[in-house]
């Protein structure tokens, strides 16, 4: 079976702070993870992906990830938020036949 | 460049009331999915389809029907509406099996 965990309902950061919001697979085949985000009243985007190769890849808007095969960890960073981050952000696996499962959502509040 | 749309955007029903959601696609992609989406819970598979003529079920397919005739269509069918199907719907189309969903903006369904 495969699930994605997403420890954090909340964060709230300050405009110009770093970011990191956390995400853990259990996945038994070599994982294709996803990180989205989603405005109010939108549907998904895609921020980034991983499916092999270099273990740090770049996404949009700034947003880069990490992928940890030791710590099925999968976590989403930006180095400065800007007040238009605000945002619930998913991280998500992909299994064959472009199944997604996703985790339950992170939901990020930058305060100026 | 409309990508994947979905209709209606908001929808009531009655308890035991039939509707279909529609999705569609322009872009040619082979693999198309149905998600819901409730609060606290993230995005759960409903419906999802390899090809035309192909479906299968997700991590949550009772109460619901799909079918897929064509490469663009992949309606979801609600046979006897309940409460608990008060829902955000979201569909999704991709071009390749491990490849990234491309989303529509969702259809909100109250079902009193």
């Known amino acids: 079976a495969q699930s994605v965990t997403q420890p954090d309902i909340h964060i709230t950061v300050s405009e110009g702070a770093s970011l990191e919001l956390r995400c853990n697979y259990s996945?038994?085949?070599?994982?294709?993870l996803f990180w989205y985000v989603q405005s109010p009243g939108q549907g998904l985007q895609l921020l980034l992906k991983?499916?092999?190769?270099?273990?740090l890849v770049q996404g949009i808007k700034g947003f880069e990830a990490e992928f940890k095969r030791s710590q099925s960890s999968f976590n989403l960073r930006k180095p400065s938020v800007h007040w238009s981050d605000a945002a619930e952000y998913f991280c998500?696996?992909?299994?064959?036949?472009?199944?997604?499962?996703f985790g339950t959502g992170t939901s990020l509040t930058v305060i100026p | 460049n409309a990508g994947v749309t979905q209709t209606p955007k908001f929808q009531v029903l009655k308890t035991g009331q039939s509707m279909t959601l529609q999705c569609a696609q322009d872009m040619n992609h082979e693999y198309m999915s149905w998600y819901r989406q409730d609060p606290g819970m993230g995005l759960r598979l409903i419906h999802y389809s390899v090809g035309a003529g192909i479906t299968d079920q997700g991590e949550v397919p009772n109460g619901y029907n799909v079918s897929r005739s064509t490469t663009e269509d992949f309606p979801l069918r609600l046979l006897s509406a309940a409460p608990s199907q008060t829902s955000v719907y979201f569909c999704?189309?991709?071009?390749?099996?491990?490849?990234?969903?491309?989303f529509g903006d969702g259809t909100r369904l109250s079902i009193l």
């Open positions: 999704a189309s991709g071009f390749d099996s491990y490849q990234p969903q491309h």
């Open positions: 996945y038994g085949a070599t994982p294709y």
């Open positions: 991983y499916f092999s190769g270099d273990t």
């Open positions: 998500a696996v992909g299994r064959r036949g472009n199944q997604f499962y």
